[in-house]
């Protein structure tokens, strides 16, 4: 079969995965309103293309903290990638690195922070951290990402516990045997049942900034209110996200919030997005609306489950392709 969009490998991925593991892909939380409806509100928007105004030579390329990336696409981070393929975040890493983008490495890793740096060396990385009531523990990681030349912190702000899954529940979710949170010295259920540290505030991202010299993004970011805050505490770039749908049901979808997260830093810090990508021209509504990069999950992860390394590649080559011919035909 041809792979010729992205739901072309969401079908894969659903046909060929063990039903646990795509049914934790796939959850949204409690109705999944908030998951579905990050993919609608694109079909909402529309486009004011404008004629004659060749466009022979295109640049798809932009900067994220500085560094070139080839074009406004990165993969967000997300947790357990050996669910998907044998090589789990080791193939994600180097699938980034030949595409020439950011990847950001999940705290949920299946794969230790130095496999994933070995597997790629030079490649755009980032962390991302949630903050465990085992704060020696947090710490470590962030000095560890660092020392690995991780090139940005991404605190995670939506789940200080976790959303109502429901089919997880149904299915009693849990790793296999074989399966390690390799940067955590515990188990998944143990993880998800008690260590996320639900006290922290916006005064935990001075603790942060003691601790690294790492640029901090903070992601998970709704409303103007929080912008503001974010800005104010001197994190350096922020990601509109609502986790994917999974925390907090009938809350905004992504691309609906980003308007209002983007006048409220007024160009101060850089705004990103996850949530909902499945085409080029939901990239390119997304930049037009003021997100300087867009960071792509369950999409990598059906990328992974096709082909490993290969298939994150198709995916991330699809966009491009259409993010670059969108904005062709837009003028």
Known sequence: MAMVCLSDFEAYAKKYLPKIAWDYFAAGADDCNTRDENILAYKRIRFRPRMLRDVSMMNTGTKILGTEISFPVGIAPTGFHQLAWPDGEKSTARAAKAMNTCY????YSTCTLEEISAAAPGGLRWFQLYIHRNRA???QLVQRAEALGFQALVLTADLPYTGKRRDDIRNGFRLPPHMKLKNLEWDFEVCKMSLLDPSITWNDIYWLQSLTHLPIIIKGILTKEDAELAVRHGVKG???SNHGGRQLDEGPATIDALVEVVE???GRVEVYLDGGIRKGSDVLKAVALGAKCVFIGRPALWGLA??????VQDVLRILQDEFRLSMALAG
């Open 104 to 107: 950001i490495a999940s705290t």
């Open 137 to 139: 523990a947090s710490q």
């Open 238 to 240: 922020i990601i509109v």
């Open 264 to 266: 409220a830093v007024r």
């Open 306 to 311: 096709y082909k490993g390394e290969e298939g």
